[in-house]
């Protein structure tokens, strides 16, 4: 009798094993088609722009696909200049970029421009705001999940990208560190995500064709 209940028991603990498991993949299968489905849009645009830009009087937003910018040569150019594949869920060809150029007036002195960006405990966005040339004025994280986020998000790191360019990335002529102990991946990641960004801005919206949505 002993036996036979150990052995229900072992039987019962494999079936809710199993249903966790399956649980748990569905979970992460519903987070990354969620994660894949829009680009980074501002959560609040009017606080955003206002806050970075307290001369700004407004803005205009475009949202922009690489399919619509210049199509499959485009997206291999944007991998080329990467360095690397394109993630197939959330960077995709005909995922929507949203561009928010900043105006004074009626003249634009600026843009704004996020990404998602996967890292080892999930999605980072990176928010860029640059001058109408490319170089970056500000960086931050709008949603940052690592255990030492809050190293990443501190302005002692994130202000070290102010002034650097798309050019700076690939000459090699970043001196950052990683502020880090035990998230040197995220560091990475959070790189990557950054000249993806400087670059899906040249491509997309400083070079855009005339012509192009």
Same mark, same amino acid.
């Given at each position: ?31 990354? &088609?969620?994660? %894949? ?12 722009? #206002?806050?970075?830009? =307290? @001369? /700004? ?68 966005? &990176?928010?860029? %705001? ?12 709008? #949603?940052?999940?690592? =255990? @030492? /986020? ?64």
């Amino acid at each position: 009798m002993i036996k036979f209940w150990s052995s229900f028991i072992i039987l019962e603990f494999k079936k809710v094993c199993l249903v966790i498991f399956i649980a748990l993949a569905l979970l992460a299968a519903y987070a990354s &088609i969620s994660f %894949a489905a829009v680009g980074c849009s501002l959560n609040d645009p009017d606080r955003d722009v #206002k806050r970075l830009f =307290p @001369e /700004a009087t407004g803005y205009k937003t475009d949202f922009i696909t690489v399919k619509e910018a210049g199509g499959e040569e485009l997206f291999k150019k944007i991998e080329q200049e990467l360095g690397g594949k394109l993630d197939t869920l959330y960077e995709t060809i005909d995922v929507p970029y949203a561009f928010y150029d900043v105006l004074k007036g009626k003249e634009v002195i600026a843009h704004i421009h996020g990404v998602n960006q996967k890292g080892i405990y999930g999605g980072m966005q &990176i928010i860029l %705001a640059t001058d109408l040339k490319g170089k970056i004025l500000h960086f931050y994280y709008q #949603k940052m999940s690592s =255990p @030492e /986020a809050s190293k990443f998000m501190d302005n002692n790191f994130t202000r070290q990208f102010a002034s650097l360019s798309l050019d700076d990335f690939i000459q090699g002529k970043i001196s950052i560190k990683d502020p880090t102990k035990e998230s040197h991946e995220d560091f990475l990641a959070t790189l990557r995500g950054v000249k993806k960004n400087l670059i899906l801005l040249k491509e997309l919206k400083i070079n855009r064709k005339p012509g192009t949505k």
